[in-house]
């Protein structure tokens, strides 16, 4: 089982879903995708988390993004499973729920981790870009519910990263400063982005694009 690294292309797959067989590259589209994993239905803390995901469409919508859950557990039981999440999330689940029986996509992505006690997923995380590549990855254990805020966070840093020469520093929040690229001299800097604040040689923050 081969561990994905940052910048390699995500590895496309067949499965059913909660919404029928879906082609992930297919899928996915021109878009970028989250992709995440979760241990098992009727389980307490990926209620909560199925929940929080459903109730962020609108972020996910903005951003171009198309969300897709990851279980080992099979079709009925994510359907049965959909009105516990809606009811205790407030949201409707209106994004796929893979059926991995097989653990065909878990064995894709590495998401079985057999020291955590047993062949269920762990809390895995990707952010795959329109490319199809792999641009973030997340692993949880299974008792830590994950904080889909920093999700959307990262996802937009990694849009900003993609929108010119910045980065983004600790802690950054969409409509903050960024940092413009080391590459680039503050004087050029200045001549493309305007305002530019040179805290150190290699440390200038412009505002971030829109």
């Not at 009925?76 to 059926?99: F, L, M, T």
């Not at 490319?131 to 254990?141: A, C, I, M, N, Q």
């Not at 920093?150 to 990263?161: F, G, H, K, S, T």
Request: charged fraction near 30%.
């Amino acid at each position: 089982m081969a561990t994905l690294r940052l910048g390699d292309d995500a590895p496309d797959f067949t499965a059913q879903t909660t919404e029928g067989e879906i082609s992930f590259h297919d899928w996915k589209g021109d878009g970028w995708a989250v992709l995440f994993s979760h241990p098992a239905d009727f389980t307490p803390v990926c209620t909560t988390e199925l929940g929080r995901v459903a109730a962020l469409k609108d972020e996910w919508a903005q951003r171009n993004a198309k969300v897709l859950a990851v279980s080992v557990d099979g079709i009925d039981d994510h359907n049965a499973w959909k009105g516990d999440i809606e009811e205790v999330g407030g949201s409707a689940v209106d994004y796929p729920i893979v059926a991995d029986g097989d653990r065909k996509v878990a064995e894709l992505y590495d998401m079985i981790h057999p020291g955590e006690g047993d062949t269920s997923s762990v809390r895995s995380v990707f952010l795959i870009d329109p490319k199809g590549k792999v641009r973030l990855s997340l692993t949880y254990p299974k008792s830590v519910g994950r904080n889909f805020d920093e999700i959307v966070r990262a996802l937009d840093a990694l849009q900003v990263n993609d929108a010119g020469p910045f980065s983004t520093p600790a802690d950054w929040k969409q409509g903050e400063r960024v940092i413009v690229a080391p590459t680039v001299s503050t004087e050029d800097a200045r001549e493309k982005f305007g305002e530019v604040d040179e805290v150190k040689p290699y440390l200038r923050y412009a505002s971030a694009p829109n």
